[in-house]
């Protein structure tokens, strides 16, 4: 008995994602793009296993810890992204009223204690340049992981929030390097 193939079938035609949840972003370009609301120890080491189970190439992770929130979390991050990408982009993620430097710098602390094989690693402050750079170094079946917003369309700067759309600025992006 239980649900027939043919209603199991439909409703996978029908099914669509969550926004801003493992959210491709494809404007046909050779490589994987994914946009993630993981912005938790938990919610990025899931995105990135999940991530490398179908990886046939390198995972390129962008991701940033916001301000004014726990702390304690950002060298975990840090660690978790080395642990499982292979080329890494830490990037302001809703900085709020902290200095993006010293929360990066968190960040950072972690990811040296990850770092194995040579991997390298960057820090751009500027999501949207961090974002660029991801996909101007993702090659053919490549996953390129925009992790920490989401579904969310704004960044938070000090007492300023701005447009800011992670999957808006993929699209963008890709579409210029054409």
């Given amino acids: 008995k239980g649900i027939s193939t043919a209603i199991i079938n439909k409703a996978l035609e029908e099914f669509r994602t969550v ?3 493992f959210e ?6 050779p490589y994987a793009v994914i946009v993630d609301y993981a912005h938790t120890p938990d919610g990025l080491e899931n995105i990135l296993k999940t991530a ?3 990886a046939e190439k390198r995972i390129i992770v962008v991701f940033g810890c916001g301000g004014d929130r726990d702390k304690t979390k950002r060298p975990i991050m840090g660690r978790l992204a ?3 990408g292979d080329v890494l982009i830490a990037t302001s993620d809703n900085p709020r009223t902290e200095d993006p430097v010293a929360i990066l710098a968190d960040v950072e ?3 040296k204690q990850g770092l194995k094989n040579g991997k390298g690693y960057e820090v751009i402050i500027d999501r949207k ?6 996909l101007q170094v993702a090659q053919p079946r490549d996953i390129v992981i925009i992790a ?5 369309t704004y960044q938070i700067l000090k007492d300023k ?3 800011f759309d992670d999957r808006e600025v993929a699209r963008s992006v890709i579409r210029e390097m054409r």
Avoid at 129 to 134: C, F, P, V, Y
Avoid at 148 to 152: L, P, R
Wanted: charged share 25%; glycine share 16%; aromatic share 6%.
């Fill in 19 to 21: 926004s801003g949840r």
């Fill in 24 to 29: 491709l972003v494809d404007e046909g370009q």
């Fill in 52 to 54: 490398r189970q179908f």
């Fill in 82 to 84: 080395a642990q499982y």
């Fill in 109 to 111: 602390a972690g990811i």
């Fill in 129 to 134: 340049q961090a974002i660029a750079k991801a």
């Fill in 148 to 152: 920490g917003k989401g579904h969310e």
């Fill in 161 to 163: 929030t701005i447009d």
